[in-house]
């Protein structure tokens, strides 16, 4: 069975600042990853996903991510946070079946401080 | 607006009636999904069609859902006799075909049963 985990309910930081949220996978075979943001009475935005290759994904709005297979992880980066970032963030894997389904994690919510 | 179309917004019901709402997917994508989500959780998949058909079912969708998406267009997902436990934000989200490519998510329909 595919999962992720997003360890930190809330994350909050200083404008300005680097970000990062955090996510933990667990697949059997490759995972492929994916983020999406969620603003108020808006529906999910993909910003970025990693499916193979380079390790470090760029993705929308200057985020990126780091795919480490021996933590299993994907956390997701900002150098520098906006408070415009200040969102609902989801991390998923896709299943293996032939829908390519997506399962999510809980959510992170971010809070950039001006 | 060339994303994906979710109407209504908001559904108000009474326990025990019938809703049906809509989504119109990113007009080239043949994949169309539905998931739900309830507060505090991550999007939950609920089923898939791709073109007409409609391949997949999670063991989420109870005898009283019901989806449909004739003609490979727009799908109308249907929830008789409803229940308090309905209650929440159903998610449709469209992608091209491929194994990899990313879903595009509508706003959503937000259902309260009262």
């Known amino acids: 069975a595919q999962s992720v985990a997003q360890p930190e309910d809330q994350v909050n930081v200083a404008e300005g600042n680097p970000l990062t949220v955090k996510c933990t996978y667990s697949?059997?075979?490759?995972?492929?990853l994916f983020w999406y943001v969620q603003y108020p009475n808006r529906g999910l935005q993909f910003l970025l996903k990693?499916?193979?290759?380079?390790?470090l994904v760029k993705g929308s709005y200057g985020f990126e991510a780091e795919f480490n297979k021996s933590q299993t992880s994907f956390h997701l980066k900002k150098p520098s946070a906006l408070v415009s970032d200040s969102a609902l963030y989801f991390c998923?894997?896709?299943?293996?079946?032939?829908?390519?389904?997506?399962?999510f994690g809980t959510g992170t919510r971010l809070t950039v401080i001006p | 607006d060339t994303g994906v179309s979710q109407n209504p917004r908001h559904k108000i019901t009474k326990r025990g009636q019938n809703v049906t709402f809509r989504c119109d997917p990113i007009?080239?994508?043949?994949?169309l999904y539905w998931y739900r989500q309830t507060l505090g959780q991550g999007p939950e998949f609920l089923t898939y069609?791709?073109?007409?058909?409609?391949?997949?079912k999670s063991r989420l969708l109870s005898d009283r859902f019901s989806a449909e998406r004739p003609k490979g267009s727009f799908s109308t997902l249907e929830i008789q006799r409803t229940e308090q436990g309905d209650s929440a934000m159903y998610l449709c989200?469209?992608?091209?075909?491929?194994?990899?490519?990313?879903?595009?998510f509508g706003q959503g329909t937000r259902l309260t049963v009262v």
């Open positions: 989200a469209s992608s091209s075909r491929g194994m990899n490519t990313e879903a595009f």
């Open positions: 697949v059997s075979g490759n995972p492929y």
């Open positions: 990693y499916i193979t290759g380079d390790n």
């Open positions: 998923a894997v896709r299943g293996m079946g032939g829908a390519n389904n997506l399962f």
């Open positions: 007009s080239e994508h043949n994949r």
């Open positions: 069609f791709q073109n007409e058909a409609q391949l997949e």
